[in-house]
């Protein structure tokens, strides 16, 4: 790529640039640009089939409520947040099946076209970096493949320290002037009574010099709630995602990172999402280390630091232990993210312990259901195969299923099942064999 040099320009004179047809890259999560969104959505009229890839949607896009009927956007998505989720109901979202960290591969050899990408950054530093704050992700990839690189400037984020964590100006064509709203904030609901009684069970689990990472959700924050009271020490983090919980052990003192063997002594991680209070803990914090996703969810770089501790939710798990953590049926939820490296990577550490967690029971359509299922719903992706499956964890036990045949697990699973459903699952599971009448 050769050494350019950037032009400041205004949003619209920026959105003038796309034409009917364009491959346009948003970024993801707290790197989506908002002002440049909205002047291309102004341009509706005059365009069509503008196809733009992103990830986990903080804040609605103005180009999909500008344009209900998908006429002029389509949006391809790595990964739903509740906002993209609505807009795939609504035909508008397209889901694009991946292993988060094989991303920046994707781009470097199957994605053909990014015809402009458009990413929100920190304002230019000293060496001329525009800091890519708590999401650097495959935003490099992006701009290696990207044929028009357009950086949305804002003072709303935290300048956070990492490798490749950000673009020089001699690779930006374009400077747009962003509306330095303060970061997006991902909301931490309390955690209920079943996520308390997963956390307890979880943690006394994990030992001094672990080694964690936690997925999204009430579950594996309180895990974290619970390590506060603990007395476990000199934690270390590789996290794909850093998340409030971590981030409150780390300001407790339970987070030294002496144990780890890949960066040592740093809170690595990929993305960064929750309270203000987060965002100003890992600002120009030389602790905390931002790496290209690739770089955190490889599973041989997970199973480098020795007990290695994945703890991640799923919706439903079959009494064969596939555990289905992204759909509903045909309808698409969330997304695969980094589940399934995560868990290959820490049963391969020394040490190391998966953890899938959910609770016993949901409701819906006002009726209590079983997330234990002899069967997964119709339609529901496998995120982690059965194969895969290490520790499962309900508010009413945890099971280890490696080594464990077929039976062994369906009595297993049964037992971690709401007890209202037990029988039933212990029938249905004998009427299909997976459970030998003669087995005890």
Not at 1 to 24: F, Y
Not at 63 to 85: I, K, T
Not at 422 to 429: I, K, M
Request: charged share 25%.
């Amino acid at each position: 790529m050769g050494q350019k040099t950037p032009r400041h320009i205004s949003a619209a004179e920026a959105a003038a640039l796309v034409q009917s047809g364009d491959w346009l890259d948003y970024g993801v999560t707290l790197l989506q640009p908002d002002v440049f969104d909205a002047a291309l959505a102004a341009r509706k009229a005059e365009l069509r089939d503008v196809r733009i890839r992103a990830c986990l949607s903080l804040r609605p896009r103005a180009v999909l409520e500008a344009d209900p009927e998908g006429a002029h956007f389509q949006w391809f998505n790595w990964h739903f947040s509740g906002y993209d989720r609505v807009k795939h109901d609504s035909g508008l979202s397209h889901y694009i099946p991946c292993n988060l960290g094989e991303i920046p591969d994707y781009y470097r050899r199957f994605i053909d076209r990014v015809d402009i990408a458009v990413i929100k950054a920190c304002p230019a530093d000293e060496q001329g970096f525009f800091n890519f704050s708590a999401a650097n992700l495959w935003h490099r990839a992006v701009i290696e493949r990207a044929r028009v690189v357009i950086v949305e400037v804002t003072r709303g984020l935290p300048y956070v320290v990492g490798e490749q964590n950000g673009v020089h100006r001699s690779e930006v064509d374009f400077i747009i002037d962003g509306d330095d709203r303060p970061a997006a904030e991902l909301p931490n609901p309390p955690p209920t009574e079943v996520d308390r009684a997963v956390g307890r069970l979880i943690a006394a689990e994990i030992e001094d010099g672990a080694c964690l990472q936690i997925g999204i959700g009430g579950m594996p924050n309180a895990v974290c709630a619970v390590l506060l009271d603990s007395g476990v020490r000199n934690l270390g983090i590789h996290s794909e995602m850093l998340t409030d919980g971590l981030v409150e052990l780390y300001r407790a003192g339970q987070v030294t990172g002496a144990a780890k063997a890949l960066h040592p002594g740093r809170v690595a991680f990929s993305f960064a999402l929750g309270s203000r209070a987060l965002y100003d803990t890992i600002d120009r914090n030389p602790d905390f280390l931002c790496l290209p996703v690739d770089r955190t969810n490889a599973p041989d770089a997970i199973m480098r630091n020795p007990r290695a501790v994945a703890i991640n939710n799923t919706t439903q798990i079959d009494l064969q232990g596939q555990a289905a953590s992204e759909s509903d049926g045909h309808r698409h939820l969330t997304g695969t993210g980094g589940q399934l490296q995560f868990v290959r990577g820490a049963y391969a550490s020394e040490g190391g312990k998966s953890f899938i967690c959910l609770s016993s029971t949901y409701e819906k359509r006002g009726a209590r259901r079983s997330r234990i299922v002899l069967s997964l719903t119709p339609g529901n992706i496998v995120t982690t195969p059965r194969s895969d499956m290490m520790y499962v964890v309900t508010e009413y036990g945890i099971a280890n299923l490696k080594g464990k045949s077929v039976a062994e697990r369906a009595t297993a699973l049964i037992s971690l099942a709401h007890p209202d459903f037990r029988e039933e699952l212990s029938r249905e599971a004998r009427e299909k064999g997976l459970i030998p009448r003669r087995f005890v």
